[in-house]
């Protein structure tokens, strides 16, 4: 069950990063962030763990860390979730995804994601015992759009949860209001329930932003939304992520959770909390997103630009730390005869071609789909480095022309 979809195997981010520190090469494949987050929120956490905030939490999450949820999703999306019965506080958004689809789907049931997809998805779906079904995420001069008919011929009477993930890992794509409405009709249409994961929310860039499709007609009663701090404040090991939607639903991901973790990092709660209120406050880190957002969308220039000037066209991202380009000029031209012909062949020798680390597109993709077989040449490259480290990275990948 879980080797045919590769489940059981280390993740493709362990395997890139173990590659990274062995050969000492540049990491542009595990998306992590090189610097801190916000000075007041690493604080609380050192002060938590002093003031002995060390045992159990509750399980549903501190109920000061559900209201910092419940007011950050008013705040933003004008969504109400009840801090008490409708939000819960899980290990990651990772844990947030499993226990949803491990709640929501087995055996005979459909879960649908778009492809590609983030890893985790295809290897829950294979733990639940669920069929894994995909719609197509296209490359396009303006961004990766979703494929509408690709979708409605994948969503049918069998389709028990659609997986969405808006800001997308890994094309940088951010869904349109068109997109959405189309996922929200099939969902009602199908009676499907919709769990989101939106870890990427504020990383999006030029204007565009970040629509949760709760918010659309008729959604909030189907939907569950996750989202996590990791991203958005620059702490991706503390692993504290949340789900909020209607009471049932997210009694049914709670009831998974107790067995999972049973609950949640006590002292990285109350930091989480302060970091959700920071945008509330006039203090020092206040417009901390704000910030995180202007130099991602700098970095991901400088990266895109490079890649291009490397002979590696990226397309463009509205969103998240990651952008995928292609690597067909590159293998069919200076790198023919080496005996690398596919983005997966190529991410393995370019520790040792030049010294960079990045992912194979089809990482994010099921084996054998018409999905992977179109990128099979394309790499996914991370841009929340610093810029000295993606001006070295780029120099390097430039010798390979
Ligand atoms: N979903 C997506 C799309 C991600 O990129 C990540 C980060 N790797 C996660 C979920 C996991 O988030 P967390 O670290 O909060 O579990
Ligand atoms: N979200 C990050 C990525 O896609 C890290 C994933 C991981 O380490 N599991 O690179």
């Known amino acids: 069950l879980l080797t045919s979809d590769g489940a059981t195997r280390p993740t493709i981010f362990a395997e890139m990063t173990a590659l990274a520190t062995r050969s000492g090469a540049v990491n542009l494949g595990q998306g992590f962030p090189d610097e801190p987050g916000p000075p007041a929120v690493t604080a609380e956490a050192s002060k938590a763990i002093l003031d002995g905030v060390n045992q159990y939490p509750p399980g549903p999450g501190t109920p000061r860390l559900r209201q910092a949820i419940a007011d950050h999703q008013l705040r933003h999306y004008g969504l109400r979730p009840d801090p008490d019965r409708e939000v819960l506080v899980t290990t990651g958004a990772t844990e947030a995804i499993a226990a949803a689809v491990l709640a929501l789907a087995g055996p005979g049931d459909e879960v649908l994601t778009l492809e590609p997809y983030y890893d985790s998805y295809a290897a829950t779906i294979a733990l639940a015992g669920a069929r894994h079904t995909r719609a197509a995420l296209r490359p396009g001069p303006d961004g990766w759009r979703l494929d509408l008919e690709s979708l409605r011929s994948a969503v049918g009477d069998r389709t028990r949860v659609i997986l969405l993930n808006s800001p997308h890992n890994p094309t940088g794509a951010v869904l349109t209001a068109a997109e959405l409405s189309e996922v929200a009709r099939l969902a009602r249409a199908h009676d499907a329930i919709v769990v989101t994961d939106e870890v990427y929310e504020h990383l999006t860039y030029d204007g565009v932003t970040h629509i949760p499709i709760a918010t659309r007609a008729g959604m909030a009663d189907r939907t569950l939304t996750i989202s996590s701090a990791g991203k958005s404040f620059s702490v991706t090991g503390w692993k504290i992520g949340w789900v909020s939607g209607p009471a049932p639903l997210v009694d049914a991901v709670r009831a998974v ?24 406050t006039d203090g020092p880190d206040a417009h901390w997103l704000r910030g995180l957002r202007a130099s991602l969308a700098r970095r991901r220039d400088q990266l895109s630009e490079g890649l291009r000037a490397a002979g590696l066209p990226p397309v463009p991202a509205a969103g998240t730390y990651f952008v995928m ?19 997966a062949e190529l991410c393995r020798r370019l520790p040792e071609l030049c010294g960079v680390v990045a992912v194979p597109a089809t990482a994010f993709t099921t084996a054998g789909s018409p999905v992977t077989e179109s990128l099979r040449r394309w790499v996914r490259f991370t841009f929340v480095k610093s810029e000295a480290t993606i001006a070295e990275a780029m120099q390097r990948l430039t010798r390979l022309k």
């Not at 973790?261 to 959700?276: K, R, W």
């Not at 292609?326 to 983005?343: M, N, V, W, Y």
């Open 325 to 343: 380009a292609d690597a067909t000029a590159l293998l069919t031209g200076p790198l023919a005869g080496t005996g690398i012909s596919t983005g």
């Open 257 to 280: 959770k107790q067995f999972l973790t049973y609950t949640s990092g006590a002292p990285f709660q109350p930091a989480v909390a302060l970091a959700l209120d920071l945008e509330t």
